[in-house]
């Protein structure tokens, strides 16, 4: 009796770890990768624009742990087993990507180009480069053009990382993700995953409209935007004259673009980049 009790115990204290991985903000999250670190202990991918899924086997849900209804073909054949990816429709696709998801009652033309990209297996043991050979075995068993495993690859040293970056940005991609080969399943911002981009991006919340002028009289000159921190700071370099005349709403979270941070820790050379989630989301 007693070691059936033990074998439930570490079923039920398994399947918990495998819960709390899937849960809001408790997966893997990427760092800043530092120019002069050493790549060659880690696995290189291409960063994908996409939006970030978590399957628990039976569920697709955001990061944020809300539902995402996919259509019932879709998610039939995904594996039995937690994954974490990216919804993915391709490079700069972004925004069409995103109206596509949002919707509670999906549509099957709409999802039939709809990606869904693994990189991870929540809870699973072993090293990353074992967990990439087990998601590679997966993804050929559900033999399904939607299901697929991010391409990885090694580098031979800092210089061919950054040749690589370049080909990415210049075919129209984001960057790139290192993940650390010997690394085990971790989550929170670990020293593990880095991103590697040649523009910083970060989010931040509509709270105003500040009034245009001159050519810009009558529309909006520019987003009032706090940072995670409390900080504000004014957002008008990027905006299209679509946006100005029916600007993201009020308490939307917006992504965008700068060079370095200022002396006092505001972002520099801000621009808008796009809307990232509307007001209300999770």
Not at 14 to 29: K, P, Q, S
Not at 112 to 137: C, H, K, N, Q, T
Not at 228 to 240: Q, V, Y
């Amino acid at each position: 009796m007693r070691s059936v009790l033990t074998v439930l115990l570490c079923v039920f204290v398994a399947c918990g770890c495998a819960n709390r991985a899937l849960a809001g903000d408790d997966v893997l999250l990427a760092r800043q990768w530092d120019s002069s670190g050493d790549p060659t202990g880690y696995w290189v991918s291409e960063k994908l624009d996409g939006v970030r899924a978590l399957w628990d086997g039976k569920r697709l849900r955001s990061r944020s742990g809300r539902p995402i209804a996919a259509p019932a073909w879709f998610i039939a054949a995904l594996p039995g087993v937690p994954l974490d990816g990216e919804l993915w429709l391709g490079r700069g696709r972004f925004e069409a990507l995103s109206a596509i998801v949002r919707k509670q009652l999906p549509r099957d033309e709409e999802w039939r180009p709809v990606r869904y990209m693994v990189f991870e297996l929540p809870g699973a043991s072993g090293d990353f480069s074992a967990r990439l050979a087990r998601i590679a075995e997966l993804v050929a068993a559900a033999d399904v053009e939607w299901l697929s495993a991010v391409p990885q690859f090694r580098v031979a040293d800092a210089p061919a990382l950054d040749r690589r970056l370049r080909e990415v940005v210049a075919a129209g991609g984001e960057g790139l993700m290192l993940h650390r080969a010997d690394a085990p399943y971790l989550t929170g911002r670990a020293d593990a995953l880095f991103k590697l981009k040649m523009v910083d991006d970060a989010e931040a919340r509509v709270v105003a409209y500040l009034p245009g002028k001159g050519r810009y009289k009558g529309m909006v000159g520019a987003l009032l935007v706090e940072m995670a921190d409390g900080r504000r700071f004014r957002l008008g370099s990027g905006l299209s004259d679509a946006l100005r005349r029916k600007p993201p709403p009020l308490g939307s979270l917006v992504t965008y673009r700068y060079r370095g941070l200022t002396a006092t820790g505001l972002p520099r050379f801000a621009s808008y980049w796009r809307l990232r989630k509307f007001a209300g989301e999770p």
